[in-house]
């Protein structure tokens, strides 16, 4: 009967660390998912603001098709929008409520290129030399974009970046140490059997040898829910707004639960390690407070 019900025990034990393992590998999970999202999140508002190309009055529709496949090749290039004279002018009557030609004689609008730069380049310093590059073409007048606005983004995408890493490090100390404190629990509530295998002469490495594949087991198990709970929710919120999969892409989750699961396995066996190891250099003494 006893031998029964330290059976019995010992699986109320490996269900209540998984379970508890579990719980703090999804929260694992979702700090990962939060930092891929902000990332994209990020990239996404830089790569959406514009600047503006002007060209002057002497310039052709042609002229500016010419010269944005030619600056298309460049690195700082994530999208170029071509404004024909007469695009410009559609739009600007559409905008009036009249028709500029009427009292002008004449379309005023010269052709123009909206840039949308890549997510590395939409900075202050950045912009300056790009603005430079694009000046060297005499027929281009002006370049044109928001300083304040660009400045104010990546100051506050720079602050929020800090936050995030931040609280990802918190938690992820938190994570650690919940793993920890679930490991030692199971570990304690054997450790008069670690002192009697120690006392009839068994080698570390044997001690430890059934808590390790014990904890392995664990780790895969608690490893292999989160990931379930995780796709579970990222699957959910797909359906529900198909627009996020452009901020949690499908290669985010296969990091993420890949992170998860080797996660949930290298923690528990760590602390397990570490755990038995502090029970093997216990006094006899010792093990009764």
């Not at 060297?136 to 990546?154: A, P």
Request: with cysteine.
């Amino acid at each position: 009967m006893p031998q029964k019900r330290k059976k019995i025990s010992l699986r109320w034990q490996a269900l209540t660390s998984t379970i508890s393992t579990t719980f703090v590998l999804v929260l694992m999970g979702l700090v990962i998912l939060c930092a891929f999202t902000a990332s994209r999140l990020s990239e996404s508002v830089r790569q959406s603001l514009t600047v503006t190309v002007m060209f002057n009055d002497d310039a052709t529709n042609q002229n500016a098709i010419d010269y944005k496949k030619k600056i298309m090749k460049q690195a700082w290039v994530k999208e170029i929008i071509f404004i024909s004279r007469e695009q410009a002018l559609a739009e600007q009557a559409e905008a009036m409520g009249t028709d500029p030609t009427e009292f002008l004689g004449e379309n005023p609008f010269t052709p123009s290129l909206e840039l949308h730069l890549a997510a590395d380049y939409a900075c202050t310093d950045s912009l300056l030399w790009i603005s430079k590059e694009l000046k060297k073409n005499k027929l281009i007048t002006d370049v044109i974009y928001q300083k304040d606005l660009i400045d104010n983004l990546n100051r506050n995408l720079h602050k929020a970046t800090y936050l995030l890493l931040g609280l990802a490090i918190l938690l992820l100390l938190v994570t650690l140490v919940l793993i920890n404190n679930t490991v030692r629990l199971s570990v304690y509530s054997r450790r008069f059997t670690i002192h009697t295998m120690r006392l009839v002469g068994a080698s570390w490495g044997f001690i430890r040898r059934p808590f390790m594949i014990r904890s392995m087991w664990i780790g895969l198990a608690a490893g292999l829910l989160a990931d379930a709970l995780l796709f579970l929710g990222v699957r959910t919120l797909w359906n529900y707004d198909p627009s996020t999969e452009a901020y949690i892409t499908t290669g985010d989750v296969g990091i993420t639960l890949l992170a998860v699961l080797c996660s949930g396995l290298l923690l528990t066996l760590v602390c397990t390690f570490i755990s038995v190891g502090h029970f093997l250099n216990m006094r006899e003494g010792q093990m009764y407070r």
